[in-house]
């Protein structure tokens, strides 16, 4: 489940469960009216803390209130108005307590009644938490959970502060809701070893609760350190902050974990020291995912949202769209996508286009502009990973230092070319050669993690020791290293670098650039100096394994020049992306 995410009387808080998605104005320092959904009460905050409920009844309310307590998120208390792209979420999201995700058991009608009756709600956690810990003073409340400060009785920790989220099992009335605390808690417990990752100790529980103990932070949230800076950081300073929250999502990402929660309350300062580290924390609506596979249950809050979210096929492309966001608001003290209701704001997530034209965009760098165009690409293929994102020319300008992490999209890319035919890899190298400085250092830093032999080639078992040598027990629960059966290619031979080039460069980026025209033109002259060649339609559709059945003098004929018969220039380009058979076939006539 979601974490606490209502503000702390004192101290930190970490977060609990879910809530429902409510309005937020779009500058930081707005004065926002607005209604509470929970209570129906109207209230206007002097202060914009990025979530303020929803504007919709009382508009014009005069009573002031301090600012709204809680961060909204997955539940819609009332209809959408029509017309809406998203119309259907509302009915997907509030279905997520009695609704089940692919590959699982169908939920038996009766689950969402609130009584939760014939529910097993038994982890097998410790049962001792008291016997253990000293509880104390409650830090944070959210809707289905609290948190307190406690303290260690005995052993090695004897004294030390922790957090504990609390969490009635009262409030679990479906198998959704158990099924997201088991799975909370084994995240958790499978991440470990990252610096920027709040630290988790346990999980117990007794017949009416579940505690979970994690680091306290008492810094604070970032929300609190960007409000506190009036909504904008330096260009430096916000490069820490992201550096700091990429490091932890890449590390995530390589372990199969997508966060599906990312926003400035979700990252606590672990003290009051302006360069106290950053933590992650609330893996309440976190999942397993491998390389190749997509999800499709609508989570997370609603102005961090993807927009492949929205349309039900996601990945770890998700979380960087959520940076990005992050990114635009530590920089400017917007936020790229407002609306004051809930089908407003998808309806700018899935079709509007961040403004970088209002002050301050036109005093900042084009580096920094650059990075978050390229994070908050709709284009979930053209969107940098979080490692490349480390890798980019922004945010190696403040730190050189930043350690690039093993990127496991590297993966996927490589099967795919290992899958390719021969003329499309000869396409691939000829692309290959005309990466820039900047694209070629991301891909040194993945292969010097593969550590190549003193030959400087890579085979399977080079990839399998790096992933082992980075992998946590949460890697084994998404099964990362099923996916390796794909590349099995390379355990009966060795790829040298500038084959490596050519297996993990992702098409769809360099399109996003706009020097893709240049890349396209010098690669084919390349291509046409070293591996065109004059080719029948038939021998093309052989190499794309078109079937018979397929008209390919209908498909292909743009694909080869007439005058001579070699690959034409659109042709090219089309080989490079790796058309499928089932494409062709499907191309409307």
């Known amino acids: 489940m979601g974490g606490c ?107 969402e ?113 960007i409000l506190s800076r009036g909504g904008k950081y330096s260009e430096d300073d916000a490069k820490s902050v992201l550096t700091q929250i990429l490091s932890v999502v890449a590390f995530c990402h390589l372990q199969g974990v997508v966060h599906r929660d990312l926003k400035p309350e979700n990252f606590l300062f672990t003290s ?31 102005y961090y949202v993807a927009p492949e979210v929205l349309h039900r096929s996601y990945s770890t492309e998700a979380d960087v769209w959520s ?52 994070l ?16 980019h020319p922004w945010i190696r300008s403040k730190a050189s230092e930043v350690k690039v992490p093993l990127d496991i999209s590297i993966l996927r890319l490589m099967k795919g070319y290992m899958c390719s035919s021969a003329l499309r890899k000869a396409a691939l190298r000829a692309l290959s050669k005309t990466l820039t400085i900047d694209e070629l250092f991301y891909l040194k830093e993945q292969f010097s993690l593969l550590e190549p032999s003193k030959s400087g080639t890579i085979n399977m078992e080079n990839i399998k020791t790096a992933l082992t040598k980075h992998a946590t027990d949460a890697m084994k629960e998404s099964r990362v290293h099923d996916f390796l059966a794909s590349l099995s290619a390379l355990q009966y031979r060795r790829m040298d670098f500038e084959e490596f080039c050519a297996a993990s460069i992702n098409i769809y980026q360099l399109e996003a650039l706009d020097r893709w025209e240049q890349h396209a033109r010098c690669a084919y002259e390349l291509f046409e100096k070293d591996g065109n060649r004059a080719i029948m339609i038939e021998e093309l559709a052989s190499e794309l394994g078109l079937s018979s ?30 058309v499928s058979s089932r494409a062709l076939a499907n191309k409307p006539q």
């Open 5 to 111: 995410t209502s503000k702390p009387s004192t101290g930190s808080k970490l977060s609990d469960i879910d809530f429902p998605i409510q309005h937020q104005h779009n500058n930081i320092n707005d004065e926002t009216t607005s209604h509470n959904t929970t209570t129906t009460t109207a209230a206007k905050s002097p202060f914009f803390p990025f979530y303020s409920p929803s504007p919709a009844r009382n508009w014009f309310s005069k009573k002031s209130s301090p600012a709204p307590e809680s961060t909204p998120r997955r539940f819609f208390r009332r209809p959408f108005p029509p017309p809406s792209p998203a119309k259907h979420i509302k009915s997907l999201l509030a279905r997520r307590h009695g609704s089940v995700k692919p590959n699982e058991a169908v939920v038996p009608e009766g689950c």
């Open 113 to 225: 009644a609130e009584t939760g009756s014939g529910l097993d709600k038994s982890f097998g956690f410790s049962k001792n938490f008291g016997g253990k810990y000293e509880i104390g003073e409650e830090v944070g409340r959210g809707h289905f959970g609290y948190t307190c400060k406690a303290k260690f009785k005995k052993g090695e920790f004897k004294g030390q502060d922790v957090a504990v989220k609390v969490i009635p099992k009262s409030k679990m009335t479906t198998a959704i809701a158990i099924e997201d605390v088991r799975r909370e808690v084994k995240i958790l417990r499978g991440l470990t070893g990252h610096n920027n990752l709040v630290k988790f100790y346990d999980a117990y529980e007794d017949s009416e609760k579940v505690y979970v103990v994690m680091e306290l932070c008492e810094g604070g949230e970032l929300l609190d350190r």
């Open 272 to 302: 009051k020291d302006e360069n106290s580290p950053l933590k992650a924390i609330d893996f309440g609506l976190s999942d397993f995912v491998k390389p190749d596979e997509r999800l499709n249950d609508i989570v997370g809050s609603a």
């Open 323 to 374: 940076i990005g966001v992050i990114a635009y608001i530590l920089l400017c003290g917007s936020r790229p996508f407002w609306a004051r209701s809930e089908s407003g704001i998808f309806r700018a997530v899935l079709k509007a286009d961040p403004s970088f034209d209002d002050v301050p965009w036109p005093t900042l760098s084009s580096e920094a502009k650059d990075f978050v165009k390229r």
């Open 376 to 391: 908050l690409n709709k284009d979930p293929r053209k969107r940098l990973t979080a490692a490349q994102a480390l890798s």
């Open 549 to 578: 059945s397929v008209p390919v003098h209908a498909v292909l004929h743009d694909w080869i020049r007439h005058t001579d018969g070699k690959l034409s220039f659109l042709g090219f380009v089309k080989l490079l992306h790796g």
